[in-house]
């Protein structure tokens, strides 16, 4: 939470803040986003562990 307030975030990037500490903390190894946008945000060491598939169409 306190990312967070010191981000200004609020409604849904509340969720996106609280899966990342989740994996921050557990130590994972990546974090699979469609969605990366909303985690880089978040700073570096949230930007190292995204993994955003490329879809085809």
């Known amino acids: 939470m306190t990312r967070c307030r010191d981000l ?3 409604g849904g ?3 996106d803040t609280l899966i990342t500490q989740a994996a921050l ?3 994972a190894a990546g974090l699979v986003t ?3 946008k909303h985690f880089v945000r978040l700073g570096a060491e949230v930007e ?3 993994i955003a598939p490329k879809l085809s169409s």
Do not use: E, S, V
Request: hydrophobic content about 55%; aromatic content about 6%.
């Open 13 to 15: 990037a509340i969720y």
């Open 34 to 36: 469609l969605n990366a």
């Open 8 to 10: 200004r975030l609020q």
């Open 48 to 50: 190292q562990l995204m």
């Open 25 to 27: 903390r557990a130590g």
